[in-house]
């Protein structure tokens, strides 16, 4: 078995704040990822999704335990709104990512920026702005200005959490779809469970503040997913009673 492309053990991160006192956010945070997995984390609000990310990315360092990971010229982020430059069209919003980090690559990169938008479908948009575009096609150019890095690792806050239901569903068909093209290692953060259900290799379940890891489970069902598959169900069924959610509010999928 390859090594893993991530893993923590015993990670922690704390805050300090008024009083000479201390927040932990992050409580012994132990797992790992293997190379084209496509991770979901999902816990309550404050449990530390995002700031696990921002470990991962060498955002923020951790306050205890140990961690590897992808150098931070390695990794893709995708952010919860497409944060694209409202002044560049949608090819240059790629390209200047690829300038700015084409002088801490070992080697050129393989595919020409058309190539991403070809990816997202989203070729004939290229001299488009930003403004010209509906809220999903311009998450779809973060996607691909994020994968035109050509990342070993790809971390994702939340990126449909700001699109209407109907849209959001699209764009988890089109991420899924994309990643059994192209197998980029995933981690995925999100509130929705029946997201992570239905696009994930395994979830990673975090606790209410300080986050720890309550259960990560594997997920051996066939794309595209639904609730009548019994080890769907199962997973479903597991993450909801880990989060404490009644059986009686639990939504299908």
């Not at 190379?35 to 921002?54: I, Q, R, W, Y």
């Not at 995708?78 to 430059?85: D, E, I, K, M, P």
């Amino acid at each position: 078995m390859p090594d893993p492309i991530i893993a923590l053990e015993n990670v922690c991160k704390s805050y300090d704040i008024a009083g000479g006192e201390s927040l932990t956010v992050l409580d012994n945070i132990s797992f790992t990822v293997g190379e084209g997995d496509f991770v979901a984390v999902v816990g309550p609000s404050g449990s530390g999704k995002s700031t696990l990310l921002n470990i991962l990315s060498g955002l923020q360092n951790p306050t205890n335990g140990s961690l590897e990971a992808p150098a931070p010229e390695e990794i893709g982020f995708v952010f919860q709104r497409a944060r694209l430059l409202p002044w560049r069209t949608v090819e240059k919003n790629l390209s200047i990512t690829r300038e700015a980090r084409a002088a801490n690559r070992r080697e050129p990169f393989k595919q020409g920026v058309g190539d991403y938008l070809e990816a997202v479908g989203l070729s004939d948009y290229a001299d488009f702005y930003p403004a010209a575009l509906s809220g999903g096609m311009q998450q779809r150019v973060s996607i691909a200005r994020a994968l035109a890095t050509e990342p070993a690792m790809l971390l994702m806050d939340e990126p449909f959490s700001a699109l209407d239901e109907m849209t959001a569903r699209t764009q988890r068909a089109f991420l899924r779809d994309l990643w059994l093209e192209r197998r980029p290692t995933v981690m995925f953060v999100t509130h929705n469970v029946m997201e992570a259900i239905s696009l994930a290799t395994s979830v990673v379940v975090l606790s209410s503040r300080p986050g720890r890891v309550l259960d990560h489970i594997v997920i051996d069902a066939e794309y595209p997913r639904s609730l009548t598959d019994p080890a769907v169900e199962a997973v479903h069924e597991r993450v909801m009673e880990l989060l404490g959610v009644p059986a009686s509010d639990r939504v299908a999928l």
